[in-house]
């Protein structure tokens, strides 16, 4: 009989739910949805770099990973192309083939299709609740190291150091440094520095479309220095022809070579798996929180994975729901899925129409939009908070450290591990309250009494084993049958040296 | 872990074994194969931009040209600038006044010949060209130039390349393909206008033009044009209007590119 109620909820999540049509309110919708177009495709071109896959990956990512999300989900969360799972991507797949040669792009297709296979058997193992487990502190830990992941990434863009490849980003401020005269392009930093100045200056009156806005300043400084002094004397890179297929429709392939090279990036794909979804379902609970109560994380993992499962289909790459476009489809009036669905198809009109002009967007200004980004999800308001507790502290420093000097996935480990173990010590600090009265010493414990919090009592009732001691347990709300061995033993010893030991249970 | 390695050994048994055959394998060969390393597979992806540009590497190309159009038979027919010339870089070449590796060469293919704009170095586009001369150089010496590269030097004719001439040499010997506006046909590609290579293009030399044109063209019945005649097609193909030289400069061609873009955009210039 349950069973059959939990396949059957199951199968309630799999079937797209249309229920919000009736309490649609469709311009405001609408005019969310197209917000969200004009934000997403600067950040789709400038993600699709970071994947190291061309230009046209990110928009299909935008239109066909947002689209199957949103129709599938029950939120007005807005997926696409994200910045950590790019980056992921590229990190995974750099080892084994050239940055966008042909092997890598059929790499970064299995790649998502994978990952989008583990997310569905996250959704079957009713994975969702699990996220519950990654603590505020951990998630902005992720976004902040990310954050200064773009912005030195950024760097090679915006100094124009593009064929340097180093490993570290203060090996590049070293270049830069160092060697300026002969590798730091000046036109691509006139560019970027008037993408990111401008960015900077109007984020505060137009926080919705700053980022669009730079991007033109930018560009058209860029192409202004360009066709000025020509592209011999400049150097500057630009972005070339989109070509955008109506129909990208492919199958990916996948032979024994592509089975070799799963195989060895197993822990890869489950970190973009968890990453990906950790940042859905973070965004899904705040929106269930304040917006929409009827939202089913479930059926948004469901959504997820499929969504990537199929994005390779579409000649695109993995995706998850995206922070900074949430917030500003939420903030204009979405509350439904139409806004997502909006955006999918305004993003084809707009890239079509924007198409020729695309090609003579340079790459500095791409690379200032990276830089943008990456200040945009280093928040100090959500930072600060976190500094009043020891543990956040903690967790948010050991996180961001991680991510930003070691590599994304490590951090994402850290992460959870760091999550987990302060929630640990915080949930084996036991508080003992003492009272006496003559000769008999009563203990009013709260806490878990368990194998990892039983020793701080243990320490205490051993110092005496002559007293005469009460345990009040009607504050502890889980006791491990550890915890009990050990009172038992602290009893026996009390009763050889004269000494009582008594409790009661609450 | 142990199946990897065997697969790894089977991999390295069988490069193996066909190093020790010592044949190159044939692209069709390479197509054929089920698993192919990043190199290879950057050959046949050089290949493939080298064959149909416009398909394959259409990010940076603003002309409907495609490489194989100069570099005839995906550049491995001599004198029609075949493309086994990887040996001769690093060399300086005049028309750009540095040292050119052989990745910055590819580079100046696309800006000039194909009148687009510049990849990075380090784009897949030019790494898999540069895989695919590499391919096709097996065997050249380093750093001497492979037999009949480039195009032949025709020699004096004792009379100064004639557009006027050219002119009617066109019309009866390459029209039919090239068209008579020189916009191309579905056979053969522009030679002239918006659709062709720029001006700063080295095709844009009377004197090595005259030479593809004599060793090479009309394609079926080629070496049928007298020197003098090649020479004055040449000039007469040299005073057509194409798209500007990139090295000059010039904030109107900024208004020429928009166009351009606006007019693709509606379907008339690059499809």
């Known amino acids: 009989m349950r069973a059959t109620a939990a396949i059957l909820g199951m199968l309630r999540e799999v079937i797209p739910d249309l229920r919000w049509r009736r309490a649609v309110d469709g311009r405001r919708e609408i005019v969310s949805g197209l917000a969200g177009a004009l934000l997403v495709i600067p950040q789709a071109i400038t993600f699709a770099y970071l994947a190291g896959v061309p230009p046209e990956f990110g928009l299909y990512c935008a239109v066909f990973v947002g689209l199957l999300a949103s129709l599938l989900g029950n939120s007005p969360m807005v997926g696409g192309p994200n910045t950590s799972v790019s980056i992921l991507i590229a990190a995974t797949v750099m080892p084994f083939s050239g940055r966008g040669s042909p092997l890598y792009l059929e790499f970064v297709f299995v790649l ?111 192409c202004g220095l360009y066709f000025a002094y020509g592209p011999v004397t400049t150097q500057l890179e ?269 | 872990m142990t199946r990897n390695w065997w697969c790894a050994m089977a991999l390295a048994a069988f490069s193996f074994s066909a190093m020790a055959a010592g044949a190159r394998p044939t692209i069709e060969e390479l197509k054929a194969r089920p698993v192919l390393d990043d190199y290879e597979s950057n050959i046949v992806y050089g290949y493939n931009i080298v064959m149909e540009t416009q398909r394959y590497a259409p990010r940076y190309v603003g002309s409907r040209l495609n490489c194989t159009n100069c570099h005839l038979k995906g550049g491995t027919q001599p004198e029609g600038f075949p493309l086994n010339v990887e040996g001769v870089y690093p060399r300086w070449r005049a028309k750009n006044g540095v040292r050119n590796g052989l990745g910055l060469r590819i580079r100046d293919c696309f800006l000039y010949s194909l009148n687009g704009v510049m990849p990075p170095e380090e784009s897949p586009e030019v790494q898999a060209v540069a895989a695919y001369i590499h391919y096709l150089s097996e065997g050249e010496v380093i750093g001497r130039p492979p037999d009949r590269w480039g195009v032949p030097t025709l020699p004096e004719t004792g009379s100064d390349p004639n557009p006027a001439r050219g002119s009617v040499v066109y019309k009866q010997k390459c029209a039919a393909c090239h068209g008579a506006d020189g916009q191309g046909t579905a056979a053969a590609p522009p030679v ?80």
């Open chain 1, 112 to 222: 998502s299709l994978a990952v989008g296979v583990v997310q569905l058997a996250i959704w079957l193992l009713r994975g969702a609740h699990l996220f519950r487990y990654f603590s505020p502190a951990a998630i902005t830990g992720i976004k902040t190291g990310v954050g200064i992941l773009l912005i030195s990434s950024a760097l090679e863009g915006t100094l124009g150091l593009a064929p340097l490849s180093t490993q570290f980003f203060y090996e590049k401020f070293d270049v830069a440094l160092t060697a300026w005269d002969s590798t730091v392009n000046p036109y691509a930093v006139v560019t970027s520095a008037v993408t990111i100045g401008c960015g900077l200056a109007l984020r505060r009156r137009w926080c919705r479309s700053y980022i669009m806005l730079a991007v033109l300043a930018g560009g058209v400084m860029g």
């Open chain 1, 238 to 506: 630009l972005l070339g022809h989109v070509t955008l297929r109506a129909w990208p429709f492919q199958v990916p392939r996948v032979t024994p070579q592509h089975w070799l090279f799963l195989e060895q990036v197993i822990p890869s794909i489950f970190a973009i798996a968890v990453l990906g979804l950790a940042q859905s379902l973070v965004i899904a609970r705040d929106l269930k929180a304040r917006i929409a109560p009827d939202i089913d994380l479930h059926k948004e993992v469901f959504a997820q994975g499929v969504a990537n499962m199929a994005s390779p289909f579409f000649s695109t790459f993995a995706g998850s729901g995206s922070f900074n476009r949430t917030a500003v489809a939420v903030e204009m009036g979405a509350r439904t899925p139409l806004s997502g669905i909006v955006a999918a198809f305004a993003v084809v009109l707009l890239a079509w129409v924007l198409g020729p002009l695309l090609t003579y967007l340079p790459m500095p200004a791409v690379a200032g939009v990276l830089a943008l980004v990456g200040m945009g999800m280093i928040r100090r308001r959500e930072i600060r908070p976190l500094f009043q507790s020891f543990g956040d502290a903690a967790v948010f420093s050991v996180t961001t450290f991680s991510v930003a000097f070691l590599d994304l996935s490590t951090g994402i480990l850290v992460a959870v591990v760091a999550s987990v173990v302060f929630f640990m010590v915080r949930a084996s600090d036991v508080k003992l309250t003492i009272s006496v009265e003559g000769e008999q010493e009563r203990i009013a414990v709260t806490g878990n009494l368990y194998y990892a919090s039983v020793d701080g009592l243990a320490k205490h009732l051993r110092t005496d084993p002559t007293r005469d001691s009460v345990l009040d347990l009607s504050r502890v709300p889980y006791c491990d049958p550890f915890a009990v061995s050990v009172m038992e033993a602290i009893r026996a010893e009390r009763e050889r040296a004269g000494g009582r030991l008594e409790w009661a249970a609450g």
């Open chain 2, 192 to 271: 002239w206008g918006p659709g062709s290579y720029n001006a700063g293009a080295g095709m844009n030399n009377v004197q090595r033009v005259a030479g593809f044109i004599w060793a090479n063209m009309p394609l079926g019945s080629e070496r049928s044009l007298t020197h003098q005649e090649a020479l004055d097609v040449a000039a007469f193909l040299h005073i057509q209007l194409r798209p500007f030289d990139p090295r000059t400069t010039n904030l109107w061609k900024l208004v020429e590119r928009i166009a351009q873009a606006v007019s693709s955009f509606f379907g008339a210039g690059k499809p």
